[in-house]
């Protein structure tokens, strides 16, 4: 069973930037695939960024350009870099993980990103 654990949200103001961490206990191949969703108030989830274990990325349009997946494997903990953010980037941010980008089976509690305008 994999556990996940997330920090580093908080608020910021348009334009500032943030980084997350998701640390993973009880991984192994659950954790090949780690990836941050977001769920923006009022609308549904949307899978903002992917990063496997063999280093394939994969990014949402809306975010694209602005933040930066990355892991440290030997930590088991997947980072969040968030630049240039926007007031529609708020939202609470949850880490995933699971065996591939299609079975992220695994998520966090979740932390509440606020950007103000």
């Known amino acids: 069973q994999v556990q996940l654990v997330e920090s580093g949200g908080g608020l910021v103001q348009a334009g500032g930037s943030l980084t997350l961490s998701c640390v993973a206990s009880?991984?192994?191949?659950?954790?090949?695939?780690m990836g941050w969703s977001r769920r923006i108030s009022g609308q549904q989830r949307e899978l903002v960024a992917t990063l496997s274990r063999a280093g394939t990325t994969t990014y949402a349009d809306s975010v694209r350009g602005r933040f930066t997946i990355s892991r440290d494997k030997a930590r088991n903990t997947s980072y969040l870099q968030m630049n240039s953010l926007k007031p529609e980037d708020t939202a609470v941010y949850y880490c995933?993980?699971?065996?591939?980008?299609?079975?992220?089976?695994?998520w966090g509690q979740g932390t509440q990103v606020t950007v103000s305008s």
């Open positions: 009880g991984g192994g191949f659950d954790t090949n695939v």
């Open positions: 995933n993980a699971g065996p591939t980008r299609n079975a992220l089976d695994y």
